[in-house]
């Protein structure tokens, strides 16, 4: 028992000299003291942390369900508000680079929402202020029934284009059924004045033809008409073609023979020409 009791106190009185020479206690280094924040604090990020002992130290921080290294650090350094994603209880660690589960420590606080800045209080409206924002207001109304009945304007200016377009696009249906009509009785004109052509040049072979033929046709050179010598017989007598008159003379032209003709009452046809059946006969 008194070697017990003489041996705490060698190891008392080791550390109190240690102290004074290090001017420091070696009791921090065997187990660092978390200064900030308190244990069970209430704080807002950042968060500020300080320890005593050991420098650097390990950095942990975890929460429910969430845990973060943040490495190395030394004494004092900020946990940033991106470490602590939400309100809520976390836990702090600190722990030796070499003899981390011989020497480490922890500390519990809970973050509380960030308070919103209150915006100030905005000063109270003069009445020179007051009417001018009534003014203000009183143009933006103006302007706004201005833009409403141009609206307004445009949208029916522009149903009446929508009007004047469709009945545009029913004329001109109606122009290009009547251009297609009036193509195909062009057509149809066309093609009959073709055949009209054709019956034109047709003709005029046909004539040309006649007129060479008539050309080819001797003059009349002698001029008679049917008589029946006694027709006062029965059966009257046979009809006889008589060319000449009374004295013998040949009807050279139409006027002799007709002069003849008139005179004569057995006559029974009128004058025409005999000249080339009668020279046929001959």
């Given at each position: 028992?008194r070697?017990a009791i003489?041996?705490?106190?060698?190891c008392?009185?080791a550390?109190?000299?240690?102290d004074?020479?290090?001017?420091?206690t070696?009791?921090?280094?065997?187990s660092p003291?978390?200064t900030?924040?308190?244990?069970g604090a209430?704080?807002?990020?950042?968060?500020?942390?300080r320890w005593?002992?050991q420098q650097p130290?390990?950095?942990t921080?975890?929460?429910?369900?969430f845990r973060?290294?943040?490495?190395?650090r030394?004494?004092?350094?900020?946990?940033?508000?991106?470490?602590?994603?939400?309100?809520?209880q976390?836990?702090?660690?600190?722990r030796?680079?070499a003899?981390?589960?011989?020497?480490r420590?922890?500390r519990?606080?809970?973050?509380?929402?960030?308070?919103e800045?209150?915006?100030?209080?905005?000063?109270?409206e003069?009445t020179?202020?007051r009417?001018?924002t009534?003014e203000a207001l009183?143009r933006l109304?103006?302007e706004?029934?201005r833009?409403?009945?141009?609206?307004r304007?445009?949208l029916?200016?522009?149903?009446h284009?929508?009007?004047?377009?469709?009945d545009?696009?029913?004329?001109?249906?109606?122009?290009?059924?009547a251009?297609e009509?009036?193509?195909?009785?062009?057509?149809s004109?066309?093609?009959?004045q073709?055949?009209?052509?054709?019956?034109?040049?047709?003709?005029?072979?046909?004539?040309?033809?006649?007129?060479s033929?008539l050309?080819s046709?001797?003059n009349?050179?002698t001029?008679g008409?049917?008589?029946y010598?006694?027709?006062?017989t029965?059966?009257?007598?046979?009809r006889?073609?008589?060319?000449?008159?009374g004295?013998?003379q040949?009807f050279?032209?139409e006027?002799?023979?007709?002069?003849?003709?008139?005179a004569?009452?057995?006559?029974?046809?009128p004058?025409?020409c005999v000249?080339?059946v009668?020279?046929?006969?001959q």
């Amino acid at each position: 028992m008194r070697q017990a009791i003489g041996l705490f106190v060698v190891c008392v009185l080791a550390v109190g000299a240690a102290d004074l020479t290090f001017r420091s206690t070696l009791l921090r280094t065997v187990s660092p003291v978390i200064t900030s924040p308190a244990d069970g604090a209430i704080v807002t990020a950042p968060v500020t942390v300080r320890w005593e002992g050991q420098q650097p130290m390990l950095a942990t921080v975890s929460g429910s369900g969430f845990r973060r290294d943040l490495g190395a650090r030394y004494s004092p350094f900020e946990i940033a508000a991106d470490d602590l994603p939400r309100p809520g209880q976390y836990v702090l660690e600190i722990r030796s680079p070499a003899l981390g589960w011989l020497i480490r420590t922890e500390r519990r606080f809970r973050v509380q929402p960030t308070a919103e800045p209150v915006p100030p209080p905005a000063p109270p409206e003069t009445t020179a202020a007051r009417a001018e924002t009534e003014e203000a207001l009183s143009r933006l109304r103006s302007e706004r029934d201005r833009i409403e009945a141009e609206k307004r304007a445009l949208l029916a200016e522009h149903a009446h284009l929508q009007t004047e377009n469709r009945d545009m696009a029913s004329e001109l249906d109606e122009l290009r059924e009547a251009q297609e009509q009036a193509d195909r009785r062009l057509a149809s004109i066309e093609a009959q004045q073709a055949e009209l052509a054709e019956a034109h040049q047709l003709a005029l072979q046909e004539n040309q033809i006649l007129r060479s033929r008539l050309a080819s046709i001797p003059n009349c050179t002698t001029w008679g008409y049917l008589s029946y010598p006694r027709p006062q017989t029965v059966p009257p007598t046979r009809r006889v073609v008589l060319v000449s008159n009374g004295r013998g003379q040949v009807f050279r032209d139409e006027a002799e023979c007709a002069a003849t003709r008139r005179a004569d009452p057995t006559a029974a046809s009128p004058c025409v020409c005999v000249g080339s059946v009668w020279d046929h006969l001959q």
